[in-house]
Every structure is written in structure tokens, then in C-alpha cells.
């Protein structure tokens, strides 16, 4: 079984540390997660097709989690987790 980092939170702090992660090639897969239905999907797919072009392995999987811990058996075995999420700033 290969090196596996999670983040938690797909905003922008979260998609560009996925993104980081992932291009330096130090761990086999980066999960992304969020509550927002269909983002770490996106960014995901987005970043797995930027692979050939940036030159990197690793595999990235989005999975969108829920309020009752749906989704969340998507870290299971990390090695890391890092947690970026939290409350949007209002004006």
C-alpha cells in the first residue's frame, strides 16, 4: 500500500495544497474532501488531467462528505491529513 494524504476542505487553500501535494510526487494519492456536492470531484478530475503536462504521478480523488461522516471512509489509511476547512468570511 502506497503513501495516501487527505485534505479536508476544497476551497482555495485546500485545491492549491491538493495541487502542491500532488506535484511533488512524495505520496501515491492526495483525497480531497468537502461538503460542497461535486467540488473535490472537479478539482480532482482537473488536477488527474494535468498530470502528463506537469509531469507528476499521483493520483487524486475527490469525495464529496456529509453532515453524519458520509464519504469519510475515503481516508481511511492516510498517512496525513490536513485540514483546511472552515467558515467562509462574510462581509
Same mark, same amino acid.
Given at each position: 500500500?502506497?503513501?495516501?494524504?487527505? #485534505?479536508?476542505?476544497?476551497?482555495?487553500?485546500?485545491?492549491?495544497?491538493?495541487? /502542491? =501535494?500532488?506535484?511533488?510526487?512524495?505520496?501515491?494519492?492526495?483525497?480531497?474532501?468537502?461538503?460542497?456536492?461535486?467540488?473535490?470531484?472537479? =478539482?480532482?478530475?482537473?488536477?488527474?488531467?494535468? /498530470?502528463?503536462?506537469?509531469?507528476?504521478?499521483?493520483?487524486?480523488?475527490?469525495?464529496?462528505?456529509?453532515?453524519?461522516?458520509?464519504?469519510?471512509?475515503?481516508?481511511?489509511?492516510?498517512?496525513?491529513? #490536513?485540514?483546511?476547512?472552515? =467558515?467562509?468570511?462574510?462581509?
Amino acid at each position: 500500500m502506497g503513501k495516501k494524504v487527505t #485534505v479536508v476542505g476544497a476551497g482555495f487553500y485546500g485545491s492549491t495544497t491538493a495541487q /502542491r =501535494l500532488a506535484e511533488y510526487d512524495v505520496f501515491d494519492t492526495v483525497v480531497i474532501t468537502d461538503i460542497v456536492e461535486g467540488k473535490p470531484a472537479g =478539482l480532482a478530475l482537473d488536477l488527474n488531467q494535468s /498530470r502528463a503536462v506537469e509531469g507528476f504521478e499521483t493520483k487524486v480523488v475527490g469525495v464529496t462528505t456529509g453532515p453524519n461522516g458520509e464519504g469519510y471512509e475515503a481516508i481511511e489509511g492516510s498517512d496525513v491529513v #490536513v485540514i483546511t476547512a472552515g =467558515l467562509p468570511r462574510k462581509p
